[in-house]
Nanobody
């Protein structure tokens, strides 16, 4: 059974930092592309960042580029999102996602709340 679990969310002031973690079990982690998504109240879920299987390529939404850094440790089956210079508009539930290939299903975590106070 595949399990994807996020952690590291919390309340932080504007300009602060948080690091999210995501551990995945029940799958061969190194075979999966991984990503972070977020959903703010009243808004649709949006992609934040993703990383290829080996970690050689990363992609970022324009709104977070230069502030967030995605990384992974395949030995620990863990995905990270380092978030710096946080803004109130970054407030959302952050979800981790695992996807084997282009046409495969996505495994989602339950989400972790990030709140940035102004």
């Amino acid at each position: 059974q595949v399990q994807v679990v996020e952690s590291g969310g919390g309340l932080v002031q504007t300009g602060g930092s948080l690091r999210l973690s995501c551990t995945a079990s029940g799958l061969t982690f190194e075979n999966y592309h991984m990503g972070w998504f977020r959903q703010a109240p009243g808004k649709e879920r949006e992609g934040v960042s993703c990383i290829t299987r080996s970690g050689s390529r990363t992609y970022y939404a324009a709104s977070v580029k230069g502030r967030f850094t995605i990384s992974r440790d395949n030995n620990k089956n863990t995905l990270y999102l380092q978030m710096n210079t946080l803004k109130p508009e970054d407030t959302a539930v952050y979800y981790c996602a695992a996807k084997l290939s282009r046409y495969s299903d996505i495994y989602w975590g339950q989400g972790t709340q990030v709140t940035v106070s102004s």
